[in-house]
């Protein structure tokens, strides 16, 4: 069965409420129960990991390989514009990850514009809303199958 981690980084756990007009007003909980309905329907498994701490983050990321998971998907939050520590953890381990973040970052301000996380993802989806979440997995799903 492929397994897929769902990571989100800080400010994450208050989707619903955080900036409605930015983030919309589905919460986390919301999100990665319309993934695992989608998994399921496809024979696949995801999990989902939150934490507002880097360190919990790079060791989950860490985990991911004795965990056997075949591929992650990451919203780092703000981390992704500052967290080479993160970066480093992810070119690491070699999962493949699919980068998502909700709003458009490149429509915001200058310091969302760069990610650290970029140029080692399988792909980066951004502005497309909770929708990106559910077209990384598709993403994933597919990749996994041409393997
Ligand atoms: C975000 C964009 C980041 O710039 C911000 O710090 C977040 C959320 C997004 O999903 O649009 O926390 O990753």
Redesign the pocket.
């Known amino acids: 069965m492929v397994r897929i981690l769902v990571l989100n980084?800080?400010?994450?756990n208050l989707l619903g409420t955080r900036e409605p007009a930015?983030?919309g007003t589905q919460t986390l909980a919301d999100i990665l129960g319309r993934l695992a309905t989608v998994a399921a329907t496809r024979g696949a498994t995801v999990v989902g990991f939150q934490s507002n701490a880097e360190h919990a983050l790079i060791e989950q990321v860490h985990a991911a390989s004795s965990q056997q998971f075949d591929a992650i998907i990451i919203?780092?939050?703000?981390?992704?514009?500052t967290s080479i520590a993160l970066r480093d953890a992810l070119a690491a381990v070699r999962i493949p990850f699919y980068e998502?973040?909700?709003?458009?970052?490149y429509a915001?301000?200058a310091?969302?514009h760069h990610s650290h996380l970029s140029a080692l993802a399988a792909g980066v989806i951004?502005?497309l809303g909770p929708l990106?979440y559910e077209l990384a997995l598709e993403a994933a799903l597919r990749a996994q199958t041409v393997r």
Do not use: D, Q
């Open positions: 980084g800080p400010n994450l930015t983030y919203n780092a939050g703000a981390y992704t514009h998502v973040h909700i709003s458009n970052v915001r301000e310091f969302r951004v502005g990106g």
